[in-house]
């Protein structure tokens, strides 16, 4: 059965630094991998997602994230955090099609610091 | 308004009461999931509507839960004799065949629920 674990539950940070949040996935078929982000008092948004060819992929907001079949990791990162950047990030595996729903991780919840 | 819509925001109801909640999709999207999420636990899915396929519902965690969808679009998630446990965010979220495709869903503000 697919899963997600995203290792750190919190992230502190100071705003201009880097980020990395981690995810790692168990999925029996080639993957598709998302990032999304909850900002407080919102709903999901999709950052970013990885379906095949590049294993470096860009989204928005300045996030990019790679896939690593190897280590069956598709970690986040951003080179230089804003205080707006604090929010729940959740990791997720799923199909694209059929029916096999999205399976997210348990979210890191990410601090920004002056 | 153009998103998926959830009602209601937040619900508070005591232990032992039934509970519906409603979510209206984006307009034209066939299918249709619930999650829960839970303090610490991340995102729990629930069930998940296609079109007039049977739903999944290999998420329910009990049959206290229940999950209809009329007519291919609003949907009603229905808690039974709810506890304590029971409290969370319930998300709904939607998408079409094409958004699907591409990997993307589109995901309400959620039911606060809390029960005492």
């Known amino acids: 059965a697919q899963s997600v674990t995203q290792p750190d539950i919190h992230i502190t940070v100071s705003e201009g630094a880097s980020l990395e949040l981690r995810c790692n996935y168990s999925?029996?078929?080639?993957?598709?991998l998302f990032w999304y982000v909850q900002s407080p008092g919102q709903g999901l948004q999709l950052l970013l997602k990885?379906?095949?060819?590049?294993?470096l992929v860009q989204g928005i907001k300045g996030f990019e994230a790679e896939f690593k079949r190897s280590q069956s990791s598709f970690n986040l990162r951003k080179p230089s955090v804003h205080w707006s950047d604090a929010a729940e990030y959740f990791c997720a595996v799923g199909a694209l099609s059929g029916n096999t729903p999205l399976v997210f991780g348990k979210g890191t919840r990410l601090s920004v610091i002056a | 308004g153009a998103g998926v819509s959830q009602s209601p925001s937040n619900k508070v109801t005591e232990k032992g009461k039934d509970v519906e909640l409603r979510c209206d999709p984006i307009s034209g999207h066939t299918a249709l999931y619930w999650y829960r999420q839970s303090l610490g636990q991340g995102l729990e899915f629930l069930i998940y509507f296609q079109g007039n396929s049977a739903p999944d519902k290999s998420g329910l965690p009990s049959d206290r839960f229940s999950a209809e969808r009329t007519g291919g679009s609003v949907s009603t998630l229905t808690i039974q004799r709810t506890q304590q446990e029971d409290s969370a965010v319930y998300l709904c979220a939607s998408s079409s065949i094409q958004d699907r495709a591409r990997g993307t869903i589109y995901f309400g503000e959620g039911s606060w629920l809390t029960v005492v």
């Open positions: 990885y379906f095949s060819g590049d294993t």
């Open positions: 999925y029996g078929a080639t993957p598709y």
